[in-house]
């Protein structure tokens, strides 16, 4: 999981906030115990006495007491037990409380990152990639194949049929994501609207969250209009608006939804030209939607662009039925 320093700092802040309200919720137990039973806050300082008298008898050289010593905390701990039971309250009451137990609030164990981290790092990064919610429902599990008809489209004659298309891409995308550690590889959709770009772009982005890898979903209007505009033009004096916009070269996949829907001019030209550039440079991968055809790619980004894409990307053409459509008539036939 590769966060920024930021990023790590801010989903720390939970372990760092569980340990503050933990050690307040265990020293208000304490002090409520210590009024209803006196003798076990005795005890509890017998027990550290008997600590530091051990220590002090071994830096001494004298006669070895630990034992006796172990035997003496392990009766008074019996006591200890005994008067919380006798007095209505659970054994563990005055044990130390950990939000996880295994962990115990520090994120890590002597694997590694404890697996509460890890769960928590995957919802953090849902948060991250603006696709929290919409995931929920645009996955592999509701991609639906049947949208497509399996005969020969009339604008693509001699080619697969569209649902052979769409078979050959979906593989395609489940081996990216497959392979996602060990190759790196760039995708661009492109077709008309209303065949699934989008949402086969969401299923991708939710098998690579859900493995714990950063993935940041943009429109290009959102992109270009507002992330980048504010950075370079305004000098990102939005909140967060730096964090977002190295973010767009961090992430391990960045997708560029609609690009084309953007007001293009020399500027946007340029800022794509540099994020595309940067990132296939560091070998980080990128997906991109378009309803432009290779042609208006062409013509209305720079040369360098789109030669860049056209080289470096795997090119998926989408065609068929448009599937928003139909899914809207037949969600109204249904009712």
């Known amino acids: 999981m590769a966060f920024t320093n930021s990023q790590y700092d801010e989903l720390m802040q939970t372990y760092y906030q569980n340990q503050i309200n933990n050690q307040a919720l265990a020293n208000s137990r304490k002090e409520e115990v210590y009024a209803a039973i006196p003798r076990i806050m005795e005890i509890d300082q017998l027990i550290a006495m008997s600590s530091i008298d051990a220590a002090r008898t071994k830096l001494k050289q004298k006669k070895d007491n630990t034992a006796s010593i172990k035997e003496q905390n392990k009766q008074l701990a019996l006591e200890k037990t005994s008067l919380l039971k006798a007095h209505g309250y659970p054994e563990d009451y005055l044990k130390p409380i950990y939000t996880c137990p295994l962990c115990k609030d520090t994120a890590k164990t002597a694997d590694g990152y404890c697996t509460c981290f890890k769960q928590a790092a995957i919802s953090f990064l849902y948060k991250q990639s603006t696709l929290e919610h919409i995931l929920e429902t645009e996955n592999f599990e509701h991609f639906d194949l049947s949208f497509y008809p399996d005969l020969t489209d009339s604008k693509h004659p001699g080619e697969p049929t569209p649902y052979e298309n769409m078979q050959k891409i979906l593989t395609d995308s489940r081996e990216f994501i497959k392979t996602f550690e060990q190759n790196i590889d760039n995708f661009l959709f492109y077709g008309d609207t209303g065949l699934g770009k989008t949402f086969l772009s969401h299923c991708i982005a939710k098998e690579l969250l859900d493995s714990g890898h950063t993935v ?6 959102h992109l270009f209009e507002d992330v980048c505009a504010e950075v370079i033009m305004k000098k990102g004096q939005l909140p967060n608006s730096q964090e977002t916009y190295r973010y767009l070269y961090d992430c391990d996949l960045l997708i560029i939804d609609d690009l084309g829907t953007e007001y293009t001019n020399s500027f946007v030209s340029s800022e794509l030209y540099d994020i595309l550039n940067t990132r296939l440079r560091t070998q980080k991968s990128t997906l991109i939607s378009t309803n432009l ?21 795997k090119v998926c053409n989408f065609y068929g039925s448009n599937i928003r459509l139909a899914k809207r008539s037949q969600a109204i036939q249904q009712k």
């Not at 940041?216 to 209007?221: F, N, P």
């Open 216 to 221: 940041l979903y943009q429109s290009s209007v």
């Open 293 to 313: 055809n290779l042609q208006e790619l062409n013509e209305r980004y720079s040369s360098r662009t789109a030669t860049r894409i056209f080289a470096e990307y």
